[in-house]
């Protein structure tokens, strides 16, 4: 746990509180540091503040982190679809359910614990998410890359913030879209009214989805979407966004939805650089049972 910290405005600290935060505090990510301040463990002159609080010369500053809950992370014997692997990374098609890493609330049964058990894994991001380089949600299924060592987990990692691995999801979203293909650029952060929820926002981090039509029903859409950039939430958010959201999805759905055990949404291809090779990559992953068959039952009562 981080001790509690304080500090006294000077004038090079002046300017918005994450931000200068997030300098001061460079071993915590930004979004860690704002969900402090608005969770209330940041207060300035006694008083807790808002994200984008503005502080003055003279301003006392204290952060008072809450203590982590233990977890402890044991490698658990579950079975793994491992689509390829080496001594250096592996791919696997994580099940609609499975959450990637232990968090409190799901200390365990995770893909993290699955992994374990498995095979060793890069230590770089932290004790909690060995091996993880990027996630996808617990109730979206599909490919994900992961490092056994930190050399490729280094690799992989430039790769993601350089967006040159390929990345490619398929949805089931509400409504007709009209255009074969778009675009969504817009920033995504945490939500003001809701904290469980990602939403666009002026000041939040650039986002970039691009999607395709694949096929149209009379009262949905199946598109594929390309990431760009990898936001929490950000094609459930970005679809959404453009009156399109994902079929199943308990938080940013409508009420009145196709049943199921979450978003109809799968991670179907991934591609990257091998981090000691250089040769590229590419892995798909057909859909999963629960979601062809649920295309086959619209074949049947919502086609065109």
């Known amino acids: ?104 609330g799901h200390p365990n049964h995770t893909l993290v614990n699955a992994l374990l058990y498995h095979s060793p894994l890069s230590t770089i991001n932290g004790e909690f998410r060995p091996g993880i380089v990027h996630r996808i949600d617990k109730d979206t299924s599909g490919l994900l890359m992961v490092a056994k060592n930190d050399m490729a987990h280094r690799s992989l990692a430039a790769q993601l913030k350089a967006k040159t691995n390929q990345r490619e999801y398929v949805a089931l979203v509400h409504g007709v879209i009209k255009q074969e293909a778009g675009t969504i650029d817009a920033p995504i952060g945490r939500s003001r009214k809701d904290r469980k929820k990602q939403a666009i926002v002026s000041d939040g981090r650039h986002a970039v989805t691009h999607f395709k039509v694949l096929k149209r029903y009379r009262h949905y859409t199946l598109v594929s979407c390309r990431l760009e950039t990898g936001r929490t939430h950000q094609i459930r958010v970005h679809m959404k966004s453009i009156g399109h959201p994902l079929a199943g999805d308990p938080l940013y759905g409508p009420r009145k939805t196709l049943p199921g055990k979450g978003q109809y949404l799968h991670a179907r291809e991934l591609g990257f650089k091998h981090p000691r090779t250089g040769k590229q990559l590419l892995f798909t992953a057909p859909l999963p049972d629960y979601f062809q068959r649920m295309l086959d039952h619209l074949d049947r009562i919502d086609s065109n």
């Open 1 to 104: 746990m981080m001790e509690e910290v304080k500090l006294t405005v000077d004038a090079a600290l002046t300017g918005r509180i994450d931000k200068v935060l997030g300098h001061h505090l460079k071993q915590f990510s930004r979004s860690q540091i704002q969900k402090w301040v608005t969770d209330g463990n940041v207060t300035v002159n006694g008083q807790p503040v808002k994200p984008k609080y503005k502080l003055a010369v003279g301003d006392q500053v204290v952060v008072s982190p809450e203590a982590p809950q233990k977890i402890d992370l044991e490698p658990e014997n579950i079975p793994l679809d491992i689509v390829y692997e080496d001594d250096d990374v592996l791919v696997v098609n994580k099940p609609q359910g499975m959450v990637v890493h232990p968090a409190p």
